[in-house]
């Protein structure tokens, strides 16, 4: 296990993009406030939840297809994650901000879109790089920021709800992500530069 952590916290595009994948889910994660937006902001029911409910995961397969169709022409892969990432956060504020529900659909949309871009260059990145027999332990780690910062996520979610609103608590969220992405962008220049033929070890 250390081995696998040692190896995480050498590597600096590997560590960039696990903290990024923590930070993103932790302050962007809005799900558990839907039913909130559903019934106090929008004012819509069960029918239209589902919507809201499902609109990241088209957005996560039209990204999943368009990345697959356009994988050969996608050079400048730390720029793409990093745009991709501002793009989900910009998207989340703007579904904090909208009291309609057409306008919070397409926004979700762009958020699940934005996710699943980054998530899937990222994932591609970390099996590059990752030495075969260090992969199950690097796969446990990616586990570890990937699946915690969602669960966190909700926990701030929900305390900063109660405190200032579910609109603004997510508005909050996606300033974070787009702090948090150039803040990495700044402090790792191995993945803003990374173009993906490199191993960047």
């Known amino acids: 296990i250390m081995e696998g952590i040692r190896f995480v916290v050498k590597t600096p595009i590997l560590y960039a993009t696990m903290i990024l994948d ?4 932790f302050f962007g994660t ?6 909130v937006f559903a019934q106090d902001v929008l004012h819509v029911g069960p029918k239209a939840l589902g919507l809201l409910y499902s609109a990241p995961a088209i957005g996560g397969v039209l990204a999943g297809i368009l990345v697959a169709a356009l994988h050969h022409r996608i050079e400048h892969q730390g ?18 901000l909208s009291k309609v529900l057409l306008l919070s659909l397409l926004f979700l949309v762009l958020v699940g879109f934005g996710d699943m871009v980054s998530t899937i260059i990222r994932n591609t990145i970390r099996q ?12 446990s780690v990616t586990r570890i ?14 305390f900063l709800a109660k405190a200032i609103g579910g609109p603004l608590s997510v508005v909050v969220g996606g300033a974070g992500v ?24």
């Open 178 to 201: 787009i702090i948090i992405t150039l803040l990495l962008a700044l402090k790792s220049p191995k993945l803003t530069n990374y173009r993906g033929k490199e191993l960047a070890v």
């Open 79 to 96: 720029k793409v994650i990093l745009a991709s990432v501002i793009l989900y956060g910009i998207a989340t504020i703007g579904f904090g």
């Open 30 to 35: 809005a799900t558990i406030l839907m039913p």
């Open 145 to 158: 920021f990937f699946q915690g910062g969602p669960q966190l996520g909700e926990i701030e979610a929900g």
């Open 128 to 139: 590059m790089i990752t030495p075969d027999h260090l992969r199950g332990r690097i796969s």
């Open 22 to 25: 923590f930070c993103v889910t």
